[in-house]
């Protein structure tokens, strides 16, 4: 009672100079729920914004202005009555790294038939594709995924050829709308000139028209078709699994912590199996970790992005090793990616250099960075669910360490979808 009375009378204090800037954000849990929280931000002159647990009511979004010490904030709310935890709202930005030369499947738009969409030959029969066997393990098990795969990430082109018959309803988090297309961030497309391999990144080159080359330039869409390049890999390696877009950052690569925390527990409670989390942030969260632990009980694999600092560090998701597989980038010729963050958060590795995939409106690109090494991960559990659905996290993790012994660092090395789906089925 006497911790209420001393935070009552500090926020009277600052009331009357509130003013209408942007406010700090918080991530709340209160176990007496919705109402109670409500009622405990009258007299602090805060704002519950929005529930980030779905139907389990306990975990929110508070606002309150910036003109208080957020530390302090802390403090005072995690002194009230059924709050158990409160966490300042993280920035976030999804994976990417610098991409060098244009590869030459960008250059290879022959049409194939792939599991009965239309896709680019250089994308279908790419050298990552046959370094981790993706045939070998589809033919010899005939399997072609199953379950549903939740990207979080920048939202997927719903309309591209190669997602025929793939995709279900997602989310867009950042606008709070049905859907998840990440086209919605892009006002204007031009397709009056004939498309050509291009920079349109610093991690992608996308088979795109001279005008929308130099406009994906801008940084404001520093990461525009990064959530449809996941998605293509995850398609590349499981095109029958179904694919969740679940957006949670904006086409410059930023998003919040909160957005990543509500479109985790969305995945959980629309059925998916598997969620891949192509994004790092520096400072461990309690709720992220409680919100794959979640996960993990219900049956859902995360796999997660590493990190392109090229350092021996511990990034978040992946840092949660005993609950998500952090995935590591390596070269065609087997070797780490200079890019690639290794050490304790990585499980396991897989192609990250040059990969062709999937790019919004229809085309395209190739990506360098852990983001286009962890959907290969992703998209390998998908063909274990094709094995078993009742398939576990540590399952999972134990079936992709057989693998291909890079180097110390790189966890139990590259990854051999032959050689995972094998042991998965011999145990």
């Known amino acids: 009672m006497k911790r209420w009375i001393v935070s009552v009378l500090f926020v009277f204090c600052f009331l009357s100079a509130r003013t209408a800037v942007a406010d700090n954000r918080f991530v709340v849990r209160d176990t007496l729920g919705l109402t109670s929280l ?6 602090l002159a805060c704002t519950v914004v929005r ?3 779905g139907a389990l009511g306990q975990l929110f979004l508070v606002t309150a202005s910036n003109i208080i010490d957020p530390n302090l904030f802390v403090t005072i709310l995690d002194s009230l009555p059924g709050v158990v935890d409160v966490e300042i709202d993280q920035s976030l930005h999804v994976q990417q790294s610098s991409g060098t030369n244009i590869p030459s499947g960008l250059y290879d738009s022959t049409p194939v038939t792939y599991f009965g969409a239309t896709v680019w030959h250089g994308y279908a029969y790419q050298s990552a594709a046959q370094i981790i ?21 920048t939202g997927i082109d719903p309309s591209h050829p190669a997602f025929a018959n793939v995709l279900i309803p997602g989310y867009d988090f950042t606008r709070n709308s049905a859907g998840g297309s990440e086209r919605n961030d892009v ?8 498309p050509q391999p291009a920079q349109v990144g610093q991690s992608t080159m996308a088979v795109v028209d001279p005008y929308n080359a130099t406009m994906l330039s801008r940084a404001q869409y520093a990461a525009f078709g990064h959530g449809t390049m996941v998605a293509g890999i995850i398609h590349l390696v499981a095109p029958a699994a ?4 679940l957006k949670a950052f904006n086409a410059d690569g930023s998003g919040y912590l909160s957005d990543i925390l509500r479109a985790v ?40 992005a590493a990190g392109n600092n090229g350092a021996d560090e511990i990034l978040y998701p992946a840092g949660y090793s005993t609950l998500v597989m952090g995935v590591a980038s390596t070269t065609d010729n ?7 963050n290794y050490g304790a958060a990585v499980w396991v590795a897989s192609p990250g ?19 286009f090494s962890t959907p290969f991960v992703s998209g390998g559990v998908a063909l274990l669910v094709s094995l078993s659905q009742s398939v576990n996290q540590s399952q999972a993790a134990s079936a992709m360490g057989y693998a291909q012994w890079i180097s110390p660092g790189v966890g139990q090395g590259r990854i051999d979808l032959y050689q995972a789906l094998s042991a998965f089925a011999s145990r």
């Open 38 to 43: 409500q009622n405990l931000c009258l007299p």
């Open 51 to 53: 529930t980030l647990d």
């Open 133 to 153: 066997r993706v045939e070998d393990a589809q033919n010899m098990f005939n399997v072609t995924g199953a379950g549903i795969v939740a990207v979080i990430d």
């Open 187 to 194: 006002s204007q497309w031009d397709n009056s000139s004939q």
């Open 242 to 245: 179904k694919i969740m877009g």
């Open 265 to 304: 527990y969305y995945a959980v409670q629309h059925s998916t199996k598997v969620i891949n989390m192509s994004f790092t942030y520096p400072s461990t969260s309690q709720e992220m970790q409680k919100a794959v632990q979640y996960a993990g009980g219900r049956g859902v694999i995360c796999a997660a």
């Open 334 to 340: 087997d070797t780490l990616s200079s890019f690639s």
């Open 353 to 371: 250099e040059a990969i062709i995939t999937t790019y919004p409106f229809g085309t395209y690109a190739a990506g360098w960075g852990t983001s």
